[in-house]
């Protein structure tokens, strides 16, 4: 699979997002699968591996540390910090206090069975607590050894830059595909210009630019799929949105390439810089997204996707108005 330098790393361009093996999409791969799972992505060339504490409240991290532990010289990992389940009728709870960060990073250590994480994320900005304050937990758990670099997920390009000016940025990881533009408004280029890593997760747009997920699955959803509370999802949205998938795949089977290969291929087109972490559950997909590393398309094919599938042609917002105070992330002026 093609690399990218990631910070002072070099990694798969395309890397694996664990937290299917936890939750998500429905029901959570079993831990024997999830260890399939892993070992084939070391066969296929996945060297970029990306957990969190909340995935499982650190099952995600347990099966990594389980299952390819012992081989830890053969990947870069990254995990989240500052995110994690909440209670009673608060389902998340976020929290950016210093003290908090050490801690979580220590459980994770031991969930991981490892000395170091390469690359450890604060999951989301914690608006009660100054981002200095935040990083200045990360910049100690750099100068201990603990972690070799940091990274900030969902989060403005103001917020970024004054996370750079504590301590430098290595990478920050947004959703970012072709049905979700935000990352546009500001955070890319400022990535770009400071010099970070962008980490794209939800590349395939939770499955929508696969062509897999169709109504049947919108109509009856599994209870424990978070796309039930998306508004894009919804049915009435879901139907417009399916509409342009017909133009879409025009373009992928003139490429010679699935659909997701395609929308992998866009995402990585966007900058040497940005990286790409689907997830899955599925052995084949996890071969198919491989394959997406190594589709080239060039501008004019670019151009075409850029028409067919953004911000203006995709029906609802990315998340709903109870969900969108916790992310930082600069938003489009129609989804305020």
């Known amino acids: 699979m093609k690399q990218r330098k990631l910070g002072p790393f070099t ?15 429905g029901n959570a791969l079993s831990r024997e ?13 996945y060297t970029h591996f990306d957990t969190a504490t909340m995935y499982g409240a650190g099952k995600s991290e347990e099966i990594i540390g389980e299952t390819i532990g012992s081989r830890r010289d053969e990947f870069f990992l990254a995990s989240k910090c500052g995110l994690y389940p909440g209670k009673g009728d608060k389902p998340r709870d976020i929290d950016g206090d210093p003290k908090r960060i050490k801690q979580a990073c220590e459980a994770s250590l031991k969930r991981l069975k490892t000395d170091v ?22 910049a100690e758990l750099v100068q201990e050894g603990k972690i070799k670099t940091y990274g900030l997920s969902e989060m403005s390009a103001e ?5 750079h000016k504590v301590h430098p940025v290595t990478a920050v990881q947004t959703e970012y595909s072709l049905w979700t533009r ?10 770009r210009e400071l010099g970070i890593s962008f980490v794209a997760f939800s590349p395939l747009a939770r499955a929508f630019l696969t062509g897999t997920f169709g109504m049947d699955n919108v109509l ?10 998306m508004p894009r999802f919804a049915p009435e949205n879901y139907a417009r949105n399916l509409k342009l998938l017909d133009d879409y795949k025009l373009v992928a089977d003139e490429v010679g390439c699935s659909m997701a290969e395609l929308a992998l ?3 990585l087109s966007k900058g040497d810089h940005i990286h790409a972490i689907p997830g899955t559950t599925s052995l084949d997909h996890l071969a198919e997204n491989a394959r997406g590393a190594d589709v080239e398309i060039d501008q004019s094919v670019v151009d075409r996707l850029d028409a067919i599938i953004n911000q203006q042609t995709v029906s609802g917002p990315r998340y709903s108005a109870a969900q969108q105070p916790d992310i930082d992330t600069e938003q489009f002026p129609e989804e305020h």
């Open 11 to 25: 990694v798969s361009a395309v890397g694996l997002g664990c937290m299917n093996f936890a939750h998500g999409y």
């Open 33 to 45: 699968d999830s260890a399939t799972l892993l070992l084939k992505a070391l066969d296929l060339g």
């Open 117 to 138: 994480i390469d690359l450890y994320y604060l999951h989301r900005f914690d608006r009660n607590i100054p981002i200095e304050d935040s990083v200045g937990a990360f």
């Open 159 to 163: 917020t970024i830059r004054r996370a």
């Open 182 to 191: 935000n990352a546009e408004i500001a955070v890319l280029d400022t990535c």
């Open 220 to 229: 009856n959803p599994n209870p424990g799929d978070l796309r039930r509370n």
């Open 265 to 267: 291929a866009w995402v």
